[in-house]
């Protein structure tokens, strides 16, 4: 009996720490500002290659600075499901 409420104290603990887990990580992640990175920055981004950040800047440079990041959708393969995927780790200003 003892040794199974330690059991139960234990997977409480580790339930309570991992609920705090993603709030801890989310705050440490730097967005990258798509109006002024680099190439070399973009490609940092998970799910943008060396293309994808060629043409982000192309735009950019082309058209002017993102309004919002949605616009980042008005550059050529740069859909929904990536801007899904890449919308966290991104910003304008």
């Known amino acids: ?4 409420k330690r ?3 234990v997977i409480f603990i580790i339930s309570v720490v991992m609920a705090f ?3 801890a990580v989310a705050q440490d992640v730097k967005k990258i500002n798509i109006n002024k990175a680099t190439v070399e920055e ?3 981004i998970k799910g943008i290659g060396q293309k994808y950040a060629e043409r982000i800047v192309a ?3 082309k058209n002017g600075p993102f309004k919002k990041i949605e616009d980042i959708m008005n550059v050529k393969g740069i859909g ?3 801007f899904e995927l890449i919308k966290d780790l991104i910003t304008t200003g």
């Open 42 to 44: 973009l490609v940092q």
């Open 80 to 82: 929904p499901k990536k």
């Open 1 to 4: 009996m003892k040794n199974l």
């Open 21 to 23: 887990v993603p709030f």
């Open 7 to 9: 059991l139960f104290t």
């Open 59 to 61: 735009f950019r440079d």
